[in-house]
């Protein structure tokens, strides 16, 4: 059964402090990675697909990397406004369309 | 651009009574649908899926029903709630494909009372 176990559970971070967040999945053969931001009271916002090991996006201070195990959703010098709950979630098994979710990663950024 | 809605934004439900929230899909045609419910602190969790209009595939059985009587309109209904259906709903859309990604409604927060 795929899994995704996202870490930590909760990151306090400083502005301009700069971390990791972490999504390790067990699927039966890769088929994307996706990874969202949700804010509180609010619906998943889309950020990246990663497809291959050793493929990376960026997006303003936001860079998520993927190996053949995990993905790193790497934030730098962060901001108040990038608090908020950081999501990954892989393709189910084929046959079925939707997304199995991590639990994911709360951030609180301080100024 | 493709926009998603979903609503009521909250509803508060004495146990027992029938339900129905909706969501709409604008911009886009013959999306995938998709119902999720978010529990506290927890992942999400597929709920339906819809790959075209009359198509509905159950993940969880339970006493929700979920029905798609127009292209890119997805209703979630009860005829009776239980306390366990609080939680938070989201409706998501995705183009058809492999690997698409998924995108969301803002929710409808959803109590039991």
């Known amino acids: 059964e795929d899994q995704v176990t996202q870490s930590p559970e909760a990151l306090r971070l400083q502005e301009g402090e700069s971390s990791s967040l972490n999504c390790s999945y067990t699927?039966?053969?890769?088929?994307?990675l996706f990874w969202y931001r949700q804010d509180p009271g609010k619906g998943p916002e889309f950020l990246f697909t990663?497809?291959?090991a050793g493929e990376e996006k960026e997006k303003e201070r936001l860079k998520a990397t993927l190996t053949k195990k995990e993905s790193f959703l790497h934030i730098t010098a962060p901001k108040p406004e990038d608090s908020a709950t950081y999501l990954c979630a892989v393709p189910m098994d084929t046959g079925r369309r939707a997304l199995t979710f991590g639990s994911g990663t709360r951030l609180q950024v301080q100024p | 651009s493709q926009t998603i809605h979903q609503w009521p934004a909250t509803l508060v439900q004495p146990v027992g009574s029938p339900l129905s929230l909706e969501c709409t899909v604008e911009g886009t045609s013959n999306p995938n649908l998709y119902w999720y419910r978010q529990a506290a602190g927890r992942g999400l969790q597929l709920l339906f899926y819809?790959?075209?209009?009359?198509?509905i595939s159950s993940e969880v059985p339970q006493n929700l029903s979920a029905s798609r009587p127009q292209d890119r309109q997805f209703i979630l209904s009860s005829k009776k709630l239980l306390l366990s259906d609080s939680g938070f709903y989201l409706c998501?859309?995705?183009?058809?494909?492999?690997?698409?990604?998924?995108?969301f409604g803002d929710g409808t927060r959803l109590s039991i009372l």
């Open positions: 998501a859309w995705s183009r058809k494909g492999l690997n698409q990604p998924q995108h």
């Open positions: 819809s790959v075209g209009i009359g198509q």
């Open positions: 699927v039966s053969g890769l088929r994307g």
């Open positions: 990663l497809y291959s």
